[in-house]
């Protein structure tokens, strides 16, 4: 029984954290509530029907189920239209697909958060030598850096006054990266002062890990696009496969269009009999997704309190990500508490975690994913690289207490560093 391998003081340490962190955690509940009304009245409104979950296959045409799943989406996002869909694999592709439809040869986009994510690098061209990069198809990239974890609004409103910029993309998420997360607020103020300057400039908001963490989403506040992986926050720990992207009508129907065809857009494309997965997920993600913000505020608490410094956001500091970084000072502890993570996996519990290169990153990764979906981060993870100053990326966790279960182990995986 796992409980039976805690370190007592660590069991103990987490009993006391309960009425610590009770505040926190009614916060998290109240804005799952704001965001399960939203969904639940976009279900009602769109008169969702047992009907809607029948297997169309082949084209996938008056697929009356796929249309109503995405005018829901829409609606959860602020936007106007959505395209949801199995053929996109994740979220890189989905950004991909997005950015190739709205980019042509002369076009610049700017990257307003400074360097996007590993993964990211070679589809913009950053890295690599790919032929199907936006910079190897005549894209122009550039980025501006972020000042103090935020915007910087000067540099940005004077370059966007030149209206040669064709897009802007912000990454609401840190990625591998040690800054902030960036808030709906700080999205919203930023989108005011370029509309200021420039009207025409397509804002796109990279959404990943960051869906229903707060109560709006960045279509709310003005974003043209918002992009996503429904392995991610939307799937609710049920989608199995697929992504989104969110918008004005207009930009969607062109990646519509790149990703079936010209003049077939959104009306084609079969569900493979994932119309009821995909609804339950999206139905269950304010759950999901508040049962991963308080495994990570569990987890940022007892590192804190066992002496740890950098840990990001620290326990009490508000959230628009589900990302919590938790710096471990040492590779065995990186290792250690990642082995742990893996040991109370529901799936591969027996596979014994160790640093490995992997596909797209440039250094040894470390990876704990035992989840029911493949590569599903809703579900509690733990990666990363294996370099100074030994950095975790945690996230998700289906429900509160399997997240507990797992962070307690991790921690007495450490039990070196605590004795």
């Known amino acids: 029984m796992i409980l039976e391998q805690i370190h007592p003081d660590i069991l103990e340490m987490a009993k006391e954290s309960d009425n610590i962190l009770s505040d926190i955690y009614k916060r998290i509940d109240e804005i799952a509530l704001t965001n399960s009304n939203r969904i639940l009245s976009a279900f009602i409104e769109n008169r969702v029907s047992y009907s809607d979950f029948a297997d ?21 996002l602020g936007c106007e239209d959505a395209l949801v869909r199995p053929q996109i694999m994740s979220g890189t592709n989905a950004l991909y697909l997005t950015l190739s439809a709205l980019l042509k040869h002369g076009d610049t986009m700017i990257s307003l958060s400074g360097a996007p994510y590993d993964s990211l690098q070679e589809m913009i061209g950053l890295s690599g030598n790919s032929t199907q990069s936006l910079k190897a198809n005549g894209v122009k990239y550039e980025q501006i850096e972020l000042v103090n974890d935020d915007f910087d609004d000067e540099k940005i409103v004077e370059r966007l006054k030149q209206n040669n910029v064709k897009l802007v993309e912000i990454q609401r998420s840190r990625g ?82 790149r990703l079936t065809a010209p003049g077939i857009g959104k009306d084609l494309g079969a569900n493979f009999n994932l119309n009821n997965t995909f609804f339950k997920g999206l139905f269950m ?57 893996q040991q109370t996996s529901p799936i591969d519990s027996f596979v014994t975690v160790l640093p490995a290169p992997m596909p797209g990153y440039p250094f040894d990764e470390v990876m704990a994913a035992g989840s029911f979906t493949q590569g599903s981060t809703i579900e509690l993870s733990a990666d990363a690289p294996v370099i100074e100053p030994y ?21 007495s995986n450490m039990k070196g560093k605590l004795d």
Request: glycine share 10%; hydrophobic share 40%; with cysteine.
């Open 176 to 257: 591998y990266s040690h800054r902030q997360s960036l808030s709906i607020s700080k999205i919203k103020r930023i989108i005011s002062k370029i509309r200021e300057v420039n009207k025409d400039v397509i804002i796109m908001v990279d959404n990943c890990y960051g869906e229903l963490v707060e109560d709006k989403e960045p279509g709310h506040v003005g974003a043209d696009v918002v992009v996503g992986s429904l392995m991610k926050n939307l799937g609710g720990g049920i989608a199995p496969t697929g992504g989104y992207i969110a918008g004005n009508q207009e930009l969607i129907h062109m990646v519509a269009e």
């Open 285 to 341: 993600a304010p759950n999901a997704v508040k049962n991963a913000l308080k495994t990570a505020v569990f987890s940022a608490y007892m590192l804190e309190k066992l002496g740890y410094s950098n840990i990001s956001p620290r326990y009490d500091e508000p959230r628009t990500d589900i990302i919590q970084t938790l710096e471990l000072k040492t590779k065995d502890n990186l290792v250690n508490f990642t082995q742990g993570i």
């Open 391 to 411: 950095t975790l990326y945690i996230q998700g966790g289906l429900t509160f207490e399997y997240g507990k279960l797992s962070i307690l182990l991790a921690l």
């Open 56 to 76: 169309i296959n082949g084209y996938g045409n008056y697929d009356e189920g796929r249309d109503k799943l995405e005018k829901i989406f829409a609606t959860v």
